[in-house]
């Protein structure tokens, strides 16, 4: 596609349920990372893929969280029993390359609120 | 670890003028990059400028540029000529070698282009 889209764009659900948020990143781009970025702040590195391999969740903030790309191409990102600190947007981000210096580019993110 | 420090929450220009946000970040690392990423209320986090430590020559695009000192551990990005569509939230963010591209950002910097 043109660029990285993100899916939904608008998450609502009710503490306790599971999420899943989409990421499709541009064909062809191998590397793809995933950021939680709250309400007025930078966003923060949760996991990162390099095609199917997840070479770090370092960032990921508890058990609850479960990041997958299972073909290399779309990646969906988890949380299970959420909580209202789990309210933020979640940027997702594809480059071309498994070079760190392959400029990053990111989708629209996904706004999840957590009643 | 690696901190990037934004100290400026707010900023106003008028257009046409010249505007300087600051960027401080602390690593023990000789190798790295530096961005400049710009978020408008669209959310996309769009690449501005990008900076290779080991570069001393000041990257510079259109009308941004950056005052990159390796020593201080300082990166501004200057925007000249401000116009309206400058207006939005920039980020400054810090990756290392050898970590695949994982970004790590600042608190960001609000930046208002007034007619």
């Known amino acids: 596609g043109a660029g990285v889209s993100q899916s939904p764009r608008y998450k609502v659900a009710k503490r306790g349920q599971d999420v899943a948020l989409r990421c499709d990143p541009i064909?062809?781009?191998?590397?793809l990372f995933w950021y939680q970025q709250a309400l007025g702040q930078g966003p923060e590195f949760l996991t990162y893929?390099?095609?199917?391999?997840?070479?770090?969740k370092s960032g990921l903030p508890s058990d609850r969280f479960f990041a997958e790309r299972p073909e290399g191409s779309v990646s969906t990102l988890k949380i299970q029993r959420t909580q209202q600190e789990d309210s933020a947007v979640y940027l997702c981000?594809?480059?071309?390359?498994?070079?760190?210096?392959?400029?990053?580019?990111f989708g629209d993110g996904t706004r999840l609120s957590i009643l | 670890a690696q901190t990037v420090t934004q100290s400026q929450p707010e900023m106003s220009v008028q257009e046409a003028e010249t505007v300087t946000l600051s960027c401080t970040y602390d690593?023990?690392?000789?190798?790295?990059?530096l961005f400049w990423y710009k978020q408008p209320p669209s959310r996309q986090m769009i690449l501005v400028i990008r900076?290779?430590?080991?570069?001393?020559q000041n990257a510079t695009e259109n009308r941004f540029s950056v005052n990159f000192q390796k020593a201080a551990k300082s990166f501004s990005l200057k925007i000249s000529d401000s116009q309206l569509g400058d207006t939005a939230m920039y980020f400054c963010?810090?990756?290392?070698?050898?970590?695949?591209?994982?970004?790590?950002f600042g608190q960001g910097t609000e930046l208002s282009v007034k007619p």
């Open positions: 963010a810090f990756s290392r070698y050898n970590q695949g591209g994982k970004l790590i």
């Open positions: 893929f390099q095609n199917e391999a997840q070479l770090d």
């Open positions: 690593t023990s690392e000789n190798n790295y990059y």
């Open positions: 064909s062809g781009h191998v590397s």
């Open positions: 900076q290779e430590a080991y570069k001393q």
């Open positions: 981000a594809s480059s071309k390359g498994q070079s760190f210096i392959e400029p990053q580019h």
